[in-house]
């Protein structure tokens, strides 16, 4: 193949590499997409260079013009390429360039969550609900703003009883007052079972008694008690339960023990103590250095209180217990003036919202 | 009760039991202990001395300087500034090495240049509370007035080296209200014997029948009345012993006959009274209930009013005495009294309780008749009064105490059998070891195979029915042997009711929402009762339930709203620089539908938000609570609760913004309110804007609706149309929303407000609202033409209903 070309091709050539030349220059220098739009139009556009060269390829013989053809096509192909190259390149930069903006600064807070949550007593009790509903006992409730009789007299203590001067009542006429116990509901309950047993409840509340309010004494205040009243009920049960009791509240490794107490409305009469925690049986100022803690009176009920309630007293036992969840809201967390549980403090509440 | 080891050791015998164990094993028996206290000294260098002389100190006019003798032949030079010290007195001496209570440790040293080998003691230097150091020796040394051997160790003669046990005792164990009664238990616990006082007296010829007479007005008041006469008394302080053992019982010595009185009380729990005879000015003591308005002067010298329900012992004539409460003035024990009428009487307990009740005298002996005293044992506790009076205060009894009534008891049987008590506790306690229980206890008893009958005595009265043999066997066998079980009946279903757990669910949404749950009194002030009162409440017309006798005006009413005392709480916060307080109470008011009846208790949820209620500052998010933030909150409840047809209506309220607050209606009943406080109200509470609400849960839960269906998600898409209307700027946008929500039937999903404008380029009393209308259809895609006719409907009609003008 010896052909000898004619001088146009030599000038087309070197037309096509100067304007590749020169595109790639410009393309290099690019500092947006529209920049380089701009450069795809004027060298590869319709009226572009390259096809401005391409026009000039007329005056070329058959031979010459797929030489000039090629030229430009791969000179386009070169063009084009770089322009990719560079439009991926600056694409990248502006992406850095935003993700830079958008950096923030992740020690700063986060939006706070507007969450409220339980009130520590309300927690205590429904912690205690829970235990005893899994173990198939049932929440009863009953009036705040008692009978005489539900209060006092159905629970064995008659008028004049000489046990009634260990609460103080807040009367409202004779026979109204407010509750001193959540007890007149386990005898409005008893009553409703109509002798019926098992009766298994327990009884969540506020209670009141007529005390001035200072760090240990609240005229009102809350309790929950338990009943269990059914043929065959023992001793050894209350002891049973109270013990699953005071495990799943205070913890496995806590024990219990029972002392001989005395209240109207039970017979035999029982104390429960929990070792105490701090010093673990060894003694110690919390515990005044008994290595025990008391926690709840319970006992069996009495008869009389059963035959009020219309069970018969040979027929059916049972046992009940009684506890106030601001003690062991204040054992467990070492509150220490029972007012806090009134006051609605708010850094006190909070404090109570988590686990 | 106060119970002196020392003391209880003359009945029972302690050797080798600590006090700590004794303590903690009577404490499981049912005597719980309170505290042990003491020894306080017990130091074998503090001794008795005798001051041979007794010199002023030649460098110190206030200073003196003692030659003491210390037993064993020594003698001490001790420097006292006691002003009472001198020559012949028998001391107390504190000898160097020794430690007093106070941590002072005695060494020898110079005064003033003479050297001091120990130092001479006051009671309070040896630890004696104030109250038991007699008058003389308040300001001096103690100087002992009995014949003492010198160089003894002091402790023990002033009882130092005694550990007192305070015992908390039930109210049904008062046969422990005595060291004989505590001696008995003691002594069951241990299994050990008891040795009682077996009190014997010299007797006189002369008979105290000459002297006086007793007549019982009201033998069911008083059963039992004794009168003895005793002569020639010599009234002076008390001998140590005796001293000791009151002080140890926490009784303060005042003289012989007194302490003596006191001494057997503790003894044998058993009251007793001295009257001074010639004082008391006759010869026959009367019992009888008073007359209305009669008076006496009690020892404490106050006049007492007193009526036909107190009874009185009487010379006859005028009252001498409360009985069982306290002795009058007039006869009172002086120190010139030679002669004493001594009483030993059983008392009615509800008629002391009675007496010291009506005139608030609640006394050692008081406590105790109240309780019911051993009535067996009444003439043998003045049998022991009479001895010591005669062997301490060198008094002659007179033959025969004059009695009247009986002090007989009729012991309660009790009858059980061995098994019946084992099931009842849950052990398997064998017939011997409950007999040996038994006598331990020292209750007469008979067994036959397994069945017992047992006679409880009248120091036991809390013995009466077979619970009782239960708890006596159960605490001596002790309760620590008694196994865990659980109760084996059938097994029964429990759980929380349908509205328990709606309960639960209202108060974890309230707390989702932001709320914090609060707790406040039930009693609230007489104004605050019958405040923020929500309207359903305010028509039943009903005032606050009051307090016979409130403890203080803060909380003498039961509320009909938690919102006062909730708002006292917000006020609490906002003083403390916690300003945003969102609370909310579940609770209940009080409603006395009839005059003296119970109460009706109706269960609200009542709510405070005050302060910002978004508050994330450095992204600029600040919000305070508005009306529509609460509303919000509530909107959410009845929506979870599927409670949707409760309707907000403007309302003008008592304390409340009359711009900005709503009642809540569900099917036109009033079931609450919520809104602003008003800015007045505000202020007074220290607020900034403050909302509340308080709604009647009892009957938002009756209307709770269950899901029990559900819709399938459709595929076919939505569309959504806004439209804006300019209206009359009193035109509540529900109207507006329920009027398109008709009109748009059947395909309008949903209508909601997205833009409210009010102001520039609007007409005066104009504003625009502009909603927002999702259409809908789960069958199929809705045409363009069924939207475009919906809404042509929907503008025509608010054209022509509520002449609204819809915007281009």
């Not at chain 1, 003694?283 to 926690?295: A, D, P, R, T």
């Amino acid at each position: 193949m010896d052909y000898i070309y004619h001088e146009e091709v030599y000038k087309l050539k070197e037309r096509l590499n100067e304007i590749k030349e020169e595109a790639l220059e410009q393309i290099q220098s690019a500092v947006d997409e529209k920049t380089l739009q701009d450069v795809r139009v004027y060298f590869l556009g319709k009226k572009g260079q390259i096809t401005e060269v391409l026009k000039g390829m007329g005056k070329l013989s058959k031979e010459e013009r797929p030489v000039i053809g090629q030229l430009a096509n791969q000179i386009r192909d070169e063009i084009s390429e770089a322009l990719e190259t560079k439009k991926t390149k600056l694409e990248q930069a502006a992406l850095e360039q935003q993700l830079e903006e958008e950096a923030v600064d992740v020690t700063l807070p986060g939006r706070p969550v507007q969450a409220g949550g339980p009130h520590l007593l309300r927690k205590v009790i429904r912690e205690i609900e829970d235990l005893f509903t899994s173990m198939g006992y049932s929440v009863a409730e009953g009036p705040e703003v008692e009978t005489d009789f539900y209060n006092f007299e159905s629970l064995n203590l008659p008028k004049n009883h000489p046990a009634r001067d260990m609460q103080d009542t807040f009367f409202i006429t004779k026979e109204l007052l407010m509750r001193t116990q959540t007890s007149p509901v386990q005898a409005r309950t008893l009553r409703k079972h109509e002798g019926q047993g098992p009766v298994k409840i327990i009884c969540p509340g506020k209670v009141y008694r007529r005390d001035t309010d200072d760090a240990t004494h609240s005229h009102q205040f809350t309790q929950i008690e338990g009943l269990y009243v059914d043929e065959n009920i023992r001793m050894s049960d209350l002891k049973g339960t109270l013990n699953v009791f005071a495990k799943h509240m205070f913890g496995e490794d806590r024990a219990i023990r029972l002392r001989p107490s005395f209240f109207p409305f039970t017979e035999p009469s029982v104390e429960m103590d929990i070792s105490c925690k701090i010093c673990q049986g060894e003694g110690c100022s919390v515990c005044k250095g008994s290595g025990w803690i008391e926690i709840l009176g319970a006992g069996m009920v009495h008869p009389n209180v059963l035959e009020m309630a219309g069970f018969d007293s040979n027929q059916y036992k049972g046992f009940a217990f009684g506890m106030g969840p601001e003690r062991i809201a204040m054992l467990k967390y070492g509150v220490e003036d029972i007012r806090h549980f009134y006051t609605n403090d708010i850094r006190f509440l909070k404090q109570f919202h988590g686990v | 009760m106060l119970v002196s080891r020392k003391w209880l050791e003359q009945y029972v015998d302690l050797d080798g039991i600590s006090t700590e164990d004794l303590a903690e094993d009577i404490t499981k028996a049912g005597l719980e202990v309170e505290e042990v206290r003491g020894p306080v000294l017990n130091d074998e260098n503090i001794v008795v001395g005798y001051v041979q002389e007794c010199v002023q100190h030649p460098n110190a006019d206030k200073l003196n300087l003692c030659q003491v003798d210390v037993g064993d032949g020594e003698r001490a030079q001790i420097v006292c500034g006691a002003p009472n010290v001198s020559e012949g007195q028998y001391v107390v001496v504190a000898k160097p090495g020794a430690r007093l209570p106070g941590g002072l440790k005695i060494k020898k040293a110079k005064l003033r240049g003479e050297v001091s080998e120990g130092m001479i003691c006051s009671l309070q230097e040896l630890g004696f509370e104030d109250k038991y150091v007699p008058e003389d020796f308040k300001d001096g040394i103690y100087v002992i007035d009995e014949e003492v051997a010198v160089g003894e160790p002091a402790c023990p003669l002033l009882n130092l080296d005694d550990a007192v046990i305070e015992i908390e005792l039930t109210a049904n164990r008062s046969d422990c209200l005595s060291m004989i009664g505590v001696a008995y238990d003691v002594a069951a616990v241990y299994e050990k014997d008891l040795k009682l006082p077996e009190p014997t007296v010299y007797i006189e010829n002369e008979l105290s029948s000459d002297y006086i007479s007793v007549e019982i007005e009201n033998d069911k008041a008083n059963p039992y009345y004794g009168a003895w006469i005793i002569k020639d008394l010599d009234i002076k302080a008390s001998p140590l012993w005796l001293q000791n053992r009151l002080i140890s019982a926490g009784i303060r010595p005042i003289n012989n006959v007194v302490d003596i009185t006191n001494y057997v009380l503790m003894e044998y729990g058993q009251p007793l009274h001295a009257f001074d005879y010639d004082r008391f000015k006759s010869q026959k003591v009367v019992t009888r209930m008073a007359n209305e308005g009669e008076t006496i002067i009690t020892l404490d010298g106050e006049e007492r009013t007193l009526s036909p329900e107190h009874l009185v012992i009487t010379n006859g004539q005028s009252a001498h005495a409360i009985a069982g409460v306290m002795g009058g003035e007039e006869s009172e024990v002086q120190d010139d009294t030679t002669t004493v009428l001594l009483e030993a009487a059983y008392f009615n307990p509800s008629v002391v309780r009675q007496g010291s009740k009506d005139h608030g005298l609640r006394s050692e002996a008081s406590s105790r008749f109240e309780k019911g005293v051993d009535i067996t044992r009444v003439k043998e506790a003045a049998t022991r009064a009479a001895q010591l009076l005669s062997e301490i205060a060198g008094g002659k009894v007179l033959g025969e105490m004059v009695e009247k009534g009986s002090t007989e008891w009729n012991p309660k049987i009790v009858e059980f059998t061995a098994s019946e008590i084992n099931q009842r506790i849950g052990t398997e306690i064998a017939i011997d070891e409950m007999k040996n229980i038994i006598e331990r206890l020292r209750l007469d008893y008979e067994v036959n195979g397994e069945s017992f009958t047992v006679k409880a005595p009248a120091r036991r009265r809390d013995i009466s029915i077979k619970e009782d043999m239960v708890e006596e066997i159960a605490r001596l066998y002790g309760y620590d042997r008694i196994p865990y079980t659980l109760p084996e009946g059938v097994m029964k279903k429990g759980g929380l009711t349908p509205r328990q757990k709606l309960v639960r669910e209202v108060n974890q949404y309230l707390q989702k929402a932001g709320l914090n749950e609060s707790l406040t009194y039930s009693l609230t002030k007489e104004d605050w009762a019958n405040q923020f009162v929500s309207p359903e409440i305010k028509a039943l017309g009903l005032e606050p339930v009051a307090l016979a006798l409130p403890m203080t005006d803060l909380h003498s009413h039961l509320r009909l709203s938690a919102i006062p005392e909730l708002l006292s709480s917000v006020q609490h916060n906002v003083a403390r620089n916690q300003y945003n307080v969102a609370l909310y109470e579940l609770g209940s008011i009080y409603l006395q539908k009839e005059k003296d009846q119970q109460p009706e208790e109706n269960m609200r949820v009542a709510g405070v938000i005050t302060g910002l209620w978004e508050d994330h500052p450095w992204q600029g998010e600040k919000k305070p609570v508005d009306f529509f933030v609460i509303k919000g909150i509530l909107e959410g409840l009845f929506v979870h609760l599927h409670d949707e047809e409760v309707a907000f209506e403007k309302a003008e309220l008592d304390r409340l913004h009359p711009g900005r607050t709503a009642v809540m209606k569900l099917n036109d009943d009033i079931i609450g309110y919520v809104g602003q406080v008003h800015p007045t109200v505000q202020k007074e509470y220290d607020l900034q804007d403050t909302y509340v609400f308080d709604l009647n849960l009892d009957q938002v839960l009756e209307a709770v609706q269950y899901r029990e269906d559900y819709r399938v998600i459709t595929k076919y898409p939505a569309i959504a149309q806004d439209l804006a209307f300019v209206v009359d700027r009193d035109l509540p946008a529900k109207q507006l929303e329920d009027a398109i929500k008709e009109q748009g039937q059947p395909h309008l999903e949903t209508v909601r407000v997205f833009d409210v404008y009010q102001g520039e380029h609007m007409e005066e009393g104009k504003k625009s609202i502009a909603f927002n209308l999702i259409f809908q259809n789960d069958e199929r895609t809705l045409k363009d033409e069924e939207i475009e006719e919906a809404r042509q409907k929907i503008v025509k009609h608010l054209e022509n209903e509520y002449q609204a003008v819809l915007r281009g």
